[in-house]
């Protein structure tokens, strides 16, 4: 079993940055896949980052070169910067874990909101 603990969401101008922790615990390896998904109102999760053996990042389109993903093995947490925040970046943000063995566990979600 792993669990997933996010933080670090909340309220933001348009053009600002947050930066999203999140901490596993439980039977966790490098070789796990750590990354990120989001949800906005009324519309389904997509996918925004994710962080494979600790170095191999891939990014959705609609946040590259404004996101960052990174993971810090020993404390055993991924996080996510996120610079230059837009109104469109509103969204619930979930943590999650693919294991080697294809099992995939998600954290509670932490909300982002870009407004002025």
């Known amino acids: 079993q792993v669990q997933l603990v996010e933080s670090g969401g909340g309220l933001v101008q348009p053009g600002g940055s947050l930066r999203l922790s999140c901490a596993a615990s439980?039977?966790?390896?490098?070789?796990?896949?750590m990354g990120w998904y989001r949800q906005a109102p009324g519309k389904e999760r997509e996918f925004v980052a994710r962080?494979?053996?600790?170095?191999?990042?891939y990014y959705a389109g609609t946040v590259r070169g404004r996101f960052t993903i990174s993971r810090d093995s020993a404390k055993n947490t991924v996080s996510l910067q996120m610079n230059s925040l837009e109104p469109e970046d509103t969204a619930v943000y979930y943590c999650?874990?693919?294991?080697?063995?294809?099992?995939?566990?998600w954290g509670q979600g932490t909300q982002v909101t870009v407004s002025s």
């Open positions: 962080i494979s053996s600790g170095i191999f990042t």
């Open positions: 439980g039977s966790t390896s490098s070789s796990d896949t």
């Open positions: 999650f874990l693919t294991a080697p063995s294809s099992i995939t566990y």
